[in-house]
């Protein structure tokens, strides 16, 4: 398996432009998540879907934030208008649900943002 | 789910045990202890998890406390590819398969 697959790996932007950052997570894997990483707040999860469908978007930061999956292959985090203090990396994440906990997500390699 | 508490840093020469130690006294009983590790610039890697049996694989092993109140992860044989950031994460059975992640123990394997 290819694993969960991020692009762009690197983006570099202008304040007020739309990102749009896409993920697509392991075949079979019901489990989605999106996290972003800076020094000063470490790996914070934005959001998470459960069959396609958002489950908790509490660490979503605000409303210039948002994701969608359409389907169990794709994912989308957009940032529409960027600004400076949303450069990250964030990173997108899989998992399949088991009675007996694995534990195991399995991230992909992140999506380096620049906004200036 | 219950809060972790890890030192921030530590080093380990080559080629010895690497001992990380992680706090999570109001664990509750259904919570299972993860570790994971990041290094530099890649996502996360799962490394293993435990309830309240040790446990071992091909990557580390993980002592639990009788209590279940710390843990200790060992990597048995430290090398410099095992420099990363070691995350300590306490989680119930029905978060869901999320995971909040802390501050980790940033681990430098030296020659």
């Known amino acids: 398996d290819a694993g969960v697959i991020q692009s762009p790996r690197h983006e570099v932007t202008e304040m007020g432009q739309e990102v749009t950052l896409r993920c697509k997570p392991i075949?079979?894997?019901?489990?989605l998540f999106w996290y972003r990483q800076t020094m000063m707040r470490g790996l914070e999860l934005l959001i998470y879907?459960?069959?396609?469908?958002?489950?908790?978007d509490s660490g979503m930061p605000e409303d210039r934030f948002s994701a969608k999956m359409p389907n169990a292959s794709f994912s989308t985090l957009k940032i529409q208008p960027s600004e400076p203090r949303d450069s990250a990396v964030y990173f997108c994440?899989?998992?399949?649900?088991?009675?007996?906990?694995?534990?195991?997500?399995?991230f992909g390699e992140g999506s380096r943002l620049t906004v200036l | 789910d219950a809060k972790t508490t890890q030192p921030p840093s530590m080093d380990c020469a080559e080629g010895r045990a690497a001992n990380l130690p992680c706090n999570h006294s109001t664990i509750s009983g259904n919570e299972y202890v993860y570790w994971y590790r990041q290094i530099h610039s890649q996502g996360p890697q799962y490394i293993i998890h435990g309830l309240k049996n040790n446990e071992t694989n091909e990557m580390a092993s993980l002592i639990i406390t009788e209590d279940r109140k710390s843990s200790t992860l060992i990597l048995p044989h430290a090398t410099l590819r095992d420099t990363a950031v070691y995350y300590c994460i306490v989680r119930a059975p029905n978060a869901g398969n999320m995971l909040t992640f802390g501050g980790g123990t940033r681990l430098m394997v030296k020659p």
């Open positions: 994440a899989s998992s399949l649900y088991s009675v007996v906990p694995t534990g195991e997500l399995f």
């Open positions: 075949s079979g894997h019901d489990y």
């Open positions: 879907f459960n069959n396609n469908v958002p489950i908790d």
